[in-house]
């Protein structure tokens, strides 16, 4: 049960570090799988579906013509780890939650 909670943790962290930057006329999206780990699998096959869908997106032309940047962050399946990577992502690409 601790398992699931915590996947379901991560899930909703990934799915809500969804960040725009203002200054590059770019939609930047933050993605925090385990790229690593005992997770690693499922957590490639994540960001692999979605940089496809990005990319999708990006060859028409992006939304409202500002293309999606898609920035993808190992947290080895380590929600503490998850929670240390996401401000350093914000600060160090000056993005704001949306």
């Known amino acids: 049960m601790e398992g699931n909670r915590t996947c379901l943790k991560k899930l909703i962290i990934s799915a809500s570090l969804s960040i725009a930057s203002f ?8 993605q925090s799988v385990p790229t690593t780990g005992i997770a690693a699998e ?21 939304i409202n013509g500002e293309l999606i940047n898609h920035l993808v962050r190992d947290d080895a399946y380590d929600a503490q780890r ?10 160090k690409k000056k993005m704001q939650l949306h």
């Open 23 to 30: 200054a590059n006329a770019e939609i930047v999206i933050g």
């Open 42 to 62: 499922t957590g490639k096959a994540i960001a692999l579906g979605a940089s496809l869908y990005f990319n999708s997106i990006n060859g028409r032309g992006g």
């Open 82 to 91: 998850t929670l240390k990577k996401t401000p350093k992502i914000l600060l």
